[in-house]
């Protein structure tokens, strides 16, 4: 056994430890068995609790000098962030004590942090979303819902229209296409709704009008359920407090979860503090409310079924099949709540044959249809908005126009806080319209951006190419369209490593850090790196004995940096010495500084690590020589 961990159960142990498992962790990887911290924990605990809470005490009081109305100028963020990070060197420090240097499993110590992770959640939920609106989206598709209308149907601007129309004001003549009596019965619902007293305040700050919901189907049923709530309270509070407190709920179902499945490996239960204790988590859930902590809850739930199958015996196969089949079907539903879990599905596949054989076909066949028939409603939009396209093909003086789906602009278009994605596609953006034009900024050199070092002709050349090679891809979007098929391929490779990796052991351990590492690396590799996506990660954090990881959640909340740079280093000027000012300045340097090191460090320990192994087996080679 590895030294620093309990003896797994009997069925595990009869399953697993029989054979020479291909996965094993290094003594200096697992915490030390000669050192008992559990009383020194408890009060390392209590202390980093205390503290912690006042931390979250003072963002919430802040969070209300950072509401919309507030001028940005006025807005406490760099406070805020400050906040966060002193909070964020306490969760480091347990998680190295209690993951990596501790062996404390005791129930007192587990109790103390899931009590104080309660109350960290309780206190950020009275504090505003700072700077994050998603929020108010998610309450309205919670409204529509709850009308029995599909949230994939209509743009909110179509409801901003009605109501311009019934104050007399300009109407948009785009959404004139709506002839169907029941469908304008629809809309002058929905703005009666958004017009109301209780949700006026809301409707206002929904963003990105334009598009139809791009959240998909599995989160509207919990979007309604809040909205019912907010609806019998009555007021703009009652719908923003219910929203954010059912998604904290998710949040510590998540990790109630992460519990069940530590017990079930007997691994110390306190190792969930790298999920209970994260500042990441509690910035991006307990305080802006992002709906990830259903997709989150989900996806971890799905990770314990199919562990718990994992784990039977060989005489217990059958009793097997219904975890496997329900870990699919939960998979699945992830998926209807935020596509990334679909990454997972070769690993589960891949675990599952291996363990099931034959037996596992039907399971493995149930996943894909239960997405197609959860993601039906945004296929039937997409195909009902190309339809419409094409009816309107050739026809003059038509200005009409279907609401774009969402979730196909973010697929398309959407870039942010992205690094490796970020350094690639620049490389492939053409300046101007032809190879001669040049960027004025700089004169004859390749770009102003300095790390982009391909020539102007290199670059058009290759969108040419690329646009003349799809047809369905524009010049302007080919950039991005390649850049995002050179990502997925590397992060093809990750996955046929990871899944290599699952096909030769039998330790569901090394299955759990094969989907932390699948997913941490499709985060990597996005072209949209926002935080809060981080968390898709964060519950199979622990499975992963590389300590570099837990900085991540450490570093991305420098993503609200962007808005201190909207808000206050506006200019044309340079700011610190670079050519960038403004939302420039973040997005060429700041992610530059919040993910290369870290990426070179995490190479750095692998580095390591290999030369370590090598020199252990040159080490047991030359003694085996001798004996």
């Given at each position: 056994?590895?030294?620093?961990?309990?003896?797994?159960?009997?069925?595990?142990?009869?399953?697993?430890?029989?054979?020479?498992?291909?996965?094993?962790?290094?003594?200096?990887?697992?915490?030390?068995?000669?050192?008992?911290?559990?009383?020194?924990?408890?009060?390392?605990?209590?202390?980093?609790?205390?503290?912690?809470?006042?931390?979250?005490?003072?963002?919430?009081?802040?969070?209300?000098?950072?509401?919309?109305?507030?001028?940005?100028?006025?807005?406490?963020?760099?406070?805020?962030?400050?906040?966060?990070?002193?909070?964020?060197?306490?969760?480091?420090?347990?998680?190295?004590?209690?993951?990596?240097?501790?062996?404390?499993?005791?129930?007192?110590?587990?109790?103390?942090?899931?009590?104080?992770?309660?109350?960290?959640?309780?206190?950020?939920?009275?504090?505003?979303?700072?700077?994050?609106?998603?929020?108010?989206?998610?309450?309205?598709?919670?409204?529509?819902?709850?009308?029995?209308?599909?949230?994939?149907?209509?743009?909110?601007?179509?409801?901003?229209?009605?109501?311009?129309?019934?104050?007399?004001?300009?109407?948009?003549?785009?959404?004139?296409?709506?002839?169907?009596?029941?469908?304008?019965?629809?809309?002058?619902?929905?703005?009666?709704?958004?017009?109301?007293?209780?949700?006026?305040?809301?409707?206002?700050?929904?963003?990105?009008?334009?598009?139809?919901?791009?959240?998909?189907?599995?989160?509207?049923?919990?979007?309604?359920v809040a909205a019912l709530i907010g609806q019998a309270i009555g007021n703009f509070w009652g719908?923003?407090?219910?929203?954010?407190?059912?998604?904290?709920?998710?949040?510590?179902?998540?990790?109630?979860?992460?519990?069940?499945?530590?017990?079930?490996?007997?691994?110390?239960?306190?190792?969930?503090?790298?999920?209970?204790?994260?500042?990441?988590?509690?910035?991006?859930?307990?305080?802006?409310?992002?709906?990830?902590?259903?997709?989150?809850?989900?996806?971890?739930?799905?990770?314990?079924?199919?562990?718990?199958?994992?784990?039977?015996?060989?005489?217990?196969?059958?009793?097997?099949?219904?975890?496997?089949?329900?870990?699919?079907?939960?998979?699945?539903?992830?998926?209807?709540?935020?596509?990334?879990?679909?990454?997972?599905?070769?690993?589960?596949?891949?675990?599952?044959?291996?363990?099931?054989?034959?037996?596992?076909?039907?399971?493995?066949?149930?996943?894909?249809?239960?997405?197609?028939?959860?993601?039906?409603?945004?296929?039937?939009?997409?195909?009902?908005?190309?339809?419409?396209?094409?009816?309107?093909?050739?026809?003059?003086?038509?200005?009409?126009?279907?609401?774009?789906?969402?979730?196909?602009?973010?697929?398309?278009?959407?870039?942010?806080?992205?690094?490796?994605?970020?350094?690639?596609?620049?490389?492939?953006?053409?300046?101007?319209?032809?190879?001669?034009?040049?960027?004025?900024?700089?004169?004859?050199?390749?770009?102003?951006?300095?790390?982009?070092?391909?020539?102007?002709?290199?670059?058009?050349?290759?969108?040419?190419?690329?646009?003349?090679?799809?047809?369905?891809?524009?010049?302007?979007?080919?950039?991005?369209?390649?850049?995002?098929?050179?990502?997925?391929?590397?992060?093809?490779?990750?996955?046929?490593?990871?899944?290599?990796?699952?096909?030769?052991?039998?330790?569901?351990?090394?299955?759990?850090?094969?989907?932390?590492?699948?997913?941490?690396?499709?985060?990597?590799?996005?072209?949209?790196?926002?935080?809060?996506?981080?968390?898709?990660?964060?519950?199979?954090?622990?499975?992963?004995?590389?300590?570099?990881?837990?900085?991540?959640?450490?570093?991305?909340?420098?993503?609200?940096?962007?808005?201190?740079?909207?808000?206050?280093?506006?200019?044309?000027?340079?700011?610190?010495?670079?050519?960038?000012?403004?939302?420039?300045?973040?997005?060429?340097?700041?992610?530059?500084?919040?993910?290369?090191?870290?990426?070179?460090?995490?190479?750095?320990?692998?580095?390591?690590?290999?030369?370590?192994?090598?020199?252990?087996?040159?080490?047991?080679?030359?003694?085996?020589?001798?004996?």
């Amino acid at each position: 056994m590895p030294n620093g961990y309990h003896a797994p159960p009997a069925a595990i142990e009869s399953q697993f430890l029989s054979k020479a498992s291909s996965h094993r962790m290094k003594e200096s990887d697992v915490p030390s068995s000669k050192t008992n911290y559990s009383n020194d924990n408890r009060h390392l605990i209590w202390w980093c609790g205390i503290g912690t809470a006042l931390l979250y005490a003072c963002i919430t009081w802040l969070s209300f000098f950072c509401d919309p109305q507030t001028p940005g100028q006025q807005r406490p963020l760099l406070a805020v962030l400050t906040l966060f990070s002193i909070a964020g060197i306490a969760y480091l420090t347990l998680c190295w004590r209690l993951i990596f240097r501790g062996q404390d499993s005791s129930a007192k110590s587990l109790s103390v942090i899931v009590g104080w992770a309660i109350v960290f959640r309780i206190i950020l939920l009275f504090a505003l979303p700072i700077q994050e609106v998603d929020l108010y989206r998610y309450i309205w598709d919670g409204v529509v819902t709850a009308q029995g209308i599909s949230p994939f149907k209509f743009s909110p601007e179509e409801i901003e229209d009605q109501l311009a129309a019934r104050e007399g004001g300009t109407t948009n003549a785009s959404f004139r296409y709506r002839t169907k009596v029941s469908e304008q019965q629809q809309v002058t619902a929905l703005a009666t709704l958004a017009g109301g007293e209780d949700l006026a305040e809301v409707f206002e700050q929904v963003h990105f009008k334009q598009y139809t919901t791009p959240y998909p189907p599995t989160n509207q049923p919990v979007f309604a359920v809040a909205a019912l709530i907010g609806q019998a309270i009555g007021n703009f509070w009652g719908y923003l407090y219910a929203m954010k407190g059912i998604l904290i709920l998710f949040d510590i179902a998540t990790g109630l979860v992460l519990i069940k499945l530590l017990a079930r490996l007997s691994l110390p239960q306190t190792w969930s503090v790298a999920w209970f204790w994260c500042p990441l988590v509690m910035k991006e859930i307990a305080n802006s409310g992002h709906l990830d902590s259903i997709a989150v809850f989900l996806t971890t739930f799905a990770i314990w079924m199919l562990v718990r199958a994992l784990c039977l015996s060989a005489s217990d196969r059958k009793a097997g099949i219904p975890y496997l089949s329900g870990a699919f079907a939960v998979l699945a539903l992830a998926v209807g709540a935020k596509i990334y879990p679909i990454v997972l599905f070769p690993l589960f596949a891949v675990a599952a044959v291996r363990r099931f054989g034959v037996r596992a076909f039907v399971p493995v066949l149930l996943f894909p249809v239960l997405v197609g028939v959860l993601l039906w409603p945004i296929l039937c939009h997409l195909e009902s908005v190309q339809s419409l396209k094409q009816q309107l093909t050739g026809v003059e003086n038509r200005i009409v126009s279907a609401p774009p789906p969402g979730i196909e602009a973010f697929a398309r278009h959407w870039e942010m806080n992205d690094f490796l994605f970020m350094v690639l596609v620049e490389n492939l953006k053409p300046y101007g319209q032809k190879p001669e034009d040049a960027d004025p900024a700089v004169g004859d050199l390749p770009s102003r951006i300095w790390f982009v070092k391909t020539t102007n002709a290199f670059r058009h050349h290759a969108a040419e190419a690329v646009a003349k090679a799809v047809s369905t891809i524009k010049k302007a979007e080919a950039p991005f369209w390649l850049t995002r098929r050179i990502t997925l391929g590397v992060f093809g490779l990750v996955l046929l490593w990871a899944c290599a990796r699952v096909s030769r052991s039998n330790d569901p351990r090394l299955f759990l850090e094969m989907t932390f590492l699948t997913i941490a690396w499709f985060w990597l590799l996005a072209p949209t790196q926002n935080p809060w996506y981080w968390t898709w990660a964060l519950p199979m954090i622990c499975f992963c004995r590389n300590p570099v990881w837990y900085l991540f959640a450490f570093t991305s909340l420098a993503y609200y940096l962007r808005f201190y740079c909207e808000y206050h280093l506006m200019g044309d000027e340079g700011k610190f010495a670079t050519p960038y000012a403004g939302t420039e300045l973040f997005d060429f340097v700041v992610p530059i500084l919040e993910f290369a090191p870290l990426l070179l460090m995490l190479m750095l320990v692998m580095l390591i690590r290999i030369s370590r192994k090598a020199g252990h087996a040159a080490n047991g080679g030359r003694v085996a020589a001798t004996e």
